[in-house]
């Protein structure tokens, strides 16, 4: 059996009880929402909290408000946005992710503030103790050598959430509590560069709304790619929203994750996009530029070679979808 | 994050010996329980309670065989702590057949072979259960998608589908979706 380790257990009522909570109890404390990612990860012994402060009775972060924005509450399951209608009509690209996330039972269970806050995954972490122990532990947790890149000061756990990168191209703005007050920030602002310190959130604060802006005439999608249909985490996924002007690029976010620790804009292919007409040639070219911000290791299913191949192609579908 | 277990050192056990009362309704009967508060909702029903119905698989989500019905909504009971399941209805595989014998997916289990070691079909049947409570006739593909998070190395799937879609055919004809799952 793979037992949990011990724990104080706390169920707060609302987000002000949550962050003053979690100031209380100091960096030991962790949120947990669905549980989803953080019980296997107790159960492994990766991360191995002293206190959990529960959301299951926190309903002020339950909900979906639709005006020009949408807003999301952190706390609202998987499969309370694969069941929204509308959501669905408004925002394809993003419903296509949360539908695409491991399988419906767990959907069920996850939320949206669990996915955005997900822990980053590495074949070398992954793993129980004793599995960890048997060829040494690594960096990440318990250990001092990085077991992807041994001569790397940084680790390279991935960051394989399907809604970060689709709410980083829609400019999604999320919402922090603490006690100290509450903050805005820009969703890219959120994830740090290295795979141990992923999250720029400070531990005591809690993820509160999640606001996608009014995505006027911009169409958006999103490619998953992974071994199987259901279960699998991305191994590669692409976020593209395309604003055009007549038949021109007038705006266009590209984004690419689940190919290091941290989602990358690719910057620099914006730039090329931007007043060019969708031809085969210049979606070609694009997918070329976009390929280069990608640098996977062999840490996750696939051979990284591949993996950073499949982006570009992914890369061209994405946009031609868009054309 | 950051780690918290010594280099070198075990993994630390479960310290905390004192139980946990509650009563957690299952099966349409409140029961006091005790246990230790690390346990999930699989491990207390499995060795607090002796329904030892509901399976234990990979422990990680990975499998679907845990699942249990709670307010009707399949979940992974390796993933819920006991701590987490009062206040809710609870149905595990043990719960399913009614004072007039089987559930009919249980039945079309057995009669079609859905089930071939059988350790998956917990969760099959009761995934399949509340699909059947939302959608009288599924699809085939509404099928292959709702049961995508129950993993199945025996049978191929394709009894399975064939079983559901024969229990949701009789369910129909006999004008109830939930005859023969109701609880005494
Ligand atoms: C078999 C399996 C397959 C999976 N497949 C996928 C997949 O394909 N794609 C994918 O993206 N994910 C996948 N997941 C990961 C996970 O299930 C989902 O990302 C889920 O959305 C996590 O949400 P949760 O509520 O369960 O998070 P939890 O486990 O409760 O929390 C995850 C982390 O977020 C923090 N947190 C949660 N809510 C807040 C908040 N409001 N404020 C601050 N911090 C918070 C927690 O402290 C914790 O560190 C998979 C998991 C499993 C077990
Ligand atoms: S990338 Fe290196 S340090 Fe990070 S989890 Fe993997 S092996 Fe460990
Ligand atoms: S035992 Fe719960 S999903 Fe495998
Ligand atoms: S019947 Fe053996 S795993 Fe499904």
Redesign the pocket.
Known sequence: MMRLPSFRYLAPKDAAETAKILTGEGPDAMIVAGGTDLYPNMKRRHQMPKTLVSLRNVNDLRGVEMNGAVTIGSNETLRGLERNAELKTRLPALWTAVQSISTPILRNMGTIGGNVCLDTRCNYYNQNWEWRRGIDFCMKCDGTVCWVAPSSSVCWAVNSSDTVPVLIAMGAKFTLVSTRGERTIEAIEMFGEDGIDYLTKQKDEVLTRIEIPDQGNATSVYRKVRRRGAFDFPVAAVAARVEMDGDEVKDVNLVLNAVGPKPVVCESTQEFLKGKKLTPEVVEEAAKLAARGAKPLDNTDHLSMWRKKVVSVEVKRALGALR | MNPTTEAGGPPPPPTSLAKTHMVLRVNGEDHEVAFRPHKTLLEVLREDMDLTGTKHGCELGECGTCTVLMDGEPKLSCLVLGLESDGVDIETVEGMAGPEGGHPLQHTFAELGA???????PG?LLTAKAVLEDDKDPSRETLVEELSGN?????GYLKIYEAIELAAQRMREKGSSDEGGSHV
């Open positions: 089930a071939q070691c059988g350790y998956c079909t099959f993993l199945c190395r025996c049978t």
